[in-house]
């Protein structure tokens, strides 16, 4: 007898592959009419099918009951999404755009992410009851990058093509790329001190002498520096062997395209063998291999890595809606929910905008104070955010004293988790919706007004007769009947008629008078077309003589 097999990889597949098949049918509606981005759609459908609803999806059963595992899994999901889109992201910027516009980078990265991480951190610290300010610049550290995931339902679609100048959207694109692996400064200078100066340095001896060599040494020296020259030593060898099996005809269209998603997969797994900065130097890889701008104009049409970038888009943010701790937001003893919403509400608007209007003059790109508006307001957090929320708690699981977590460290924990992933999912919402919404509310006034001034009676289009004649009667009678809009344009391709200026072409047995002759086939005189006119409009005009009678 067959019996059902309700197994957790059935279940999982059957959820993840239906839910992506029904939203492949209405997806043109949703993100190109609607403008509703992708990310708070699945994260919506992560939710339904979680625990906290419909069960399908049960994360704690595939780490085995474990939250040390669970984290695990979905730290390196995390890593293995930003790893793919950054170097997609580093393949479609222009050839050598680091290089050409170091300068606004340079404002956006330098004090533009300073600014931001202090301003994070300030809030944080105000709003989080008995804080510590040094453990608030951890929490702040984690928000502090834009998330390049979130900023693609922005640069990307239709939308974007129509509202946001081309230079806008590739500098958006660049910095959210680069200040994400460049989070990891920010991160350590906090939880370096905390480590080795928090609650007296119990457990870990050196101080603060230890915390600042070690943030220069391991952090800039080993995880910044070594990525940048790991990543651009694999992008420039990745590009050269392309080349070369190109070149020879070795490598078949299907591999070709490929080639970048398997150059992140390989950065991912050895920098995280090593050690290093592998977020950084995907995005540095990327910009290298398509240095020479050959691998982007090759797949500028493709759609394989669109497709591979939306389907790791669903499956992370369908991930996040069931793993995220929903309940901790209401009961937990961090920070009460009236605090955690205003946290929401002045993060979204003070963290990123105002140092971005401050500076945008500097920066080529932002042109008006409009672009600088939305510039500083979209800097979306999202999957960068939780991938430093769990390095963090890595991080702190390691500062014990007589085998248990320090004090300090296991309430940074708490808020921690409490705070990023609330944040996370305020702008995943506040950023997915802010278009739909900013659309409703720029054409429902003029809608309103339109129908409120609309008149009764339609006003008939005026008639000109101009001094070359270009119509035919029935063109010109088809012109003052015209149906609506959406009708014409099909199929309506009417002989050209010819024009014969003097005499008339008359059938055999009539007269001469080109003003009643009947015309043959297309072609019409003057006479006739004016005569024609005069009786179908009823205007009152001369007759158009002809050359002949003139003559």
């Given at each position: 007898m067959p019996t059902l097999a309700i197994t957790n990889f059935n279940i999982v597949c059957a959820t993840l592959g239906g839910?992506?098949?029904?939203?492949?049918?209405?997806s043109y509606l949703f993100k190109e009419r609607l403008f509703l981005s992708e990310a708070l759609i699945s994260l919506l459908a992560g939710v339904t099918f979680s625990p906290h609803a419909a069960n399908f999806i049960k994360p704690l059963d595939y780490a085995e009951g474990s939250q040390s595992n669970l984290a695990s899994i979905t730290l390196y999901f995390s890593r293995l999404v930003l790893g793919v889109q950054l170097v997609l992201a580093g393949v479609q910027l222009p050839s050598k755009y680091l290089l050409r516009e170091w300068k606004s980078l340079a404002f956006l990265l330098g004090p533009?992410?300073?600014?931001?991480?202090?301003?994070?951190?300030l809030l944080i610290w105000a709003l989080v009851p008995d804080f510590s300010f040094l453990s608030a610049l951890a929490v702040g550290?984690?928000?502090?990058?834009?998330?390049?995931?979130?900023?693609?339902?922005?640069?990307?679609?239709?939308?974007?093509?129509?509202?946001?100048?081309?230079?806008?959207?590739?500098?958006?694109?660049?910095?959210?790329?680069?200040?994400?692996?460049?989070?990891?400064?920010?991160?350590?200078?906090?939880?370096?001190?905390?480590?080795?100066?928090?609650?007296?340095?119990?457990?870990?001896?050196?101080?603060?002498?230890?915390?600042?060599?070690?943030?220069?040494?391991?952090?800039?020296?080993?995880?910044?520096?070594?990525?940048v020259v790991y990543g651009a030593a694999v992008g420039w060898i990745a590009k050269e062997l392309l080349h070369w099996a190109e070149d020879r005809r070795f490598v078949d269209r299907e591999s070709f395209l490929v080639f970048a998603i398997t150059l992140a997969l390989f950065i991912v797994g050895t920098c995280g063998m090593i050690g290093s900065d592998d977020v950084l130097a995907c995005f540095i890889a990327g910009n290298v291999f398509t240095i020479d701008d050959w691998?982007?104009?090759?797949?500028?049409?493709?759609?394989?890595?669109?497709?591979?970038?939306?389907?790791?888009?669903?499956?992370?943010?369908?991930?996040?809606?069931?793993?995220?701790?929903?309940?901790?937001?209401?009961?937990?003893?961090?920070?009460?929910?009236?605090?955690?919403?205003?946290?929401?509400?002045?993060?979204?608007?003070f963290r990123r905008l105002p140092v971005?209007?401050?500076?945008?003059?500097?920066?080529?790109?932002?042109?008006?104070?409009?672009?600088?508006?939305?510039?500083?307001?979209?800097?979306?957090?999202?999957?960068?955010?939780?991938?430093?929320?769990?390095?963090?708690?890595?991080?702190?699981?390691?500062?014990?004293?007589?085998?248990?977590?320090?004090?300090?460290?296991?309430k940074l924990q708490a808020v921690m988790t409490v705070v990023v992933w609330f944040l996370a999912i305020c702008s995943i919402v506040v950023h997915g919706l802010s278009v739909p919404l900013g659309k409703l509310g720029y054409h429902l006034p003029r809608t309103i007004s339109s129908a409120i001034e609309s008149r009764d009676v339609d006003e008939p289009e005026p008639f000109h007769i101009s001094e070359r004649v270009q119509q035919t009667e029935e063109q010109i009678l088809r012109q003052r009947h015209r149906p609506p809009k959406e009708q014409r344009g099909r199929d309506e391709s009417p002989p050209r008629p010819v024009f014969k200026i003097g005499g008339s072409v008359i059938r055999p047995g009539h007269d001469g008078d080109s003003d009643t002759?009947?015309?043959?086939?297309?072609?019409?005189?003057?006479?006739?077309i004016q005569h024609r006119i005069n009786n179908a409009v009823g205007a009152v005009t001369p007759k158009v003589p002809s050359i002949h009678n003139n003559e």
């Amino acid at each position: 007898m067959p019996t059902l097999a309700i197994t957790n990889f059935n279940i999982v597949c059957a959820t993840l592959g239906g839910f992506i098949t029904l939203f492949g049918l209405v997806s043109y509606l949703f993100k190109e009419r609607l403008f509703l981005s992708e990310a708070l759609i699945s994260l919506l459908a992560g939710v339904t099918f979680s625990p906290h609803a419909a069960n399908f999806i049960k994360p704690l059963d595939y780490a085995e009951g474990s939250q040390s595992n669970l984290a695990s899994i979905t730290l390196y999901f995390s890593r293995l999404v930003l790893g793919v889109q950054l170097v997609l992201a580093g393949v479609q910027l222009p050839s050598k755009y680091l290089l050409r516009e170091w300068k606004s980078l340079a404002f956006l990265l330098g004090p533009g992410m300073t600014v931001m991480w202090l301003s994070s951190s300030l809030l944080i610290w105000a709003l989080v009851p008995d804080f510590s300010f040094l453990s608030a610049l951890a929490v702040g550290a984690c928000v502090t990058p834009t998330d390049p995931v979130l900023s693609n339902s922005i640069v990307k679609g239709k939308f974007a093509d129509k509202n946001i100048p081309k230079d806008l959207q590739k500098i958006i694109i660049a910095e959210s790329g680069a200040n994400d692996g460049l989070g990891y400064p920010f991160l350590f200078f906090a939880l370096y001190l905390i480590k080795y100066t928090g609650n007296g340095g119990a457990g870990q001896p050196g101080g603060a002498r230890a915390a600042i060599g070690l943030w220069f040494g391991e952090t800039w020296g080993y995880t910044i520096l070594l990525s940048v020259v790991y990543g651009a030593a694999v992008g420039w060898i990745a590009k050269e062997l392309l080349h070369w099996a190109e070149d020879r005809r070795f490598v078949d269209r299907e591999s070709f395209l490929v080639f970048a998603i398997t150059l992140a997969l390989f950065i991912v797994g050895t920098c995280g063998m090593i050690g290093s900065d592998d977020v950084l130097a995907c995005f540095i890889a990327g910009n290298v291999f398509t240095i020479d701008d050959w691998f982007r104009l090759e797949t500028l049409d493709d759609s394989l890595q669109p497709t591979i970038d939306m389907l790791l888009n669903l499956a992370v943010f369908m991930w996040f809606g069931a793993v995220c701790p929903w309940t901790m937001f209401l009961h937990n003893d961090v920070i009460p929910l009236y605090r955690l919403i205003i946290l929401g509400i002045v993060i979204l608007l003070f963290r990123r905008l105002p140092v971005v209007y401050a500076m945008h003059w500097k920066i080529r790109q932002i042109e008006e104070k409009q672009q600088a508006l939305f510039v500083g307001f979209f800097g979306p957090i999202g999957v960068s955010a939780v991938f430093y929320l769990y390095i963090s708690l890595e991080f702190l699981d390691e500062i014990t004293v007589d085998g248990a977590v320090r004090e300090d460290a296991a309430k940074l924990q708490a808020v921690m988790t409490v705070v990023v992933w609330f944040l996370a999912i305020c702008s995943i919402v506040v950023h997915g919706l802010s278009v739909p919404l900013g659309k409703l509310g720029y054409h429902l006034p003029r809608t309103i007004s339109s129908a409120i001034e609309s008149r009764d009676v339609d006003e008939p289009e005026p008639f000109h007769i101009s001094e070359r004649v270009q119509q035919t009667e029935e063109q010109i009678l088809r012109q003052r009947h015209r149906p609506p809009k959406e009708q014409r344009g099909r199929d309506e391709s009417p002989p050209r008629p010819v024009f014969k200026i003097g005499g008339s072409v008359i059938r055999p047995g009539h007269d001469g008078d080109s003003d009643t002759a009947e015309p043959r086939g297309d072609v019409v005189s003057m006479g006739n077309i004016q005569h024609r006119i005069n009786n179908a409009v009823g205007a009152v005009t001369p007759k158009v003589p002809s050359i002949h009678n003139n003559e």
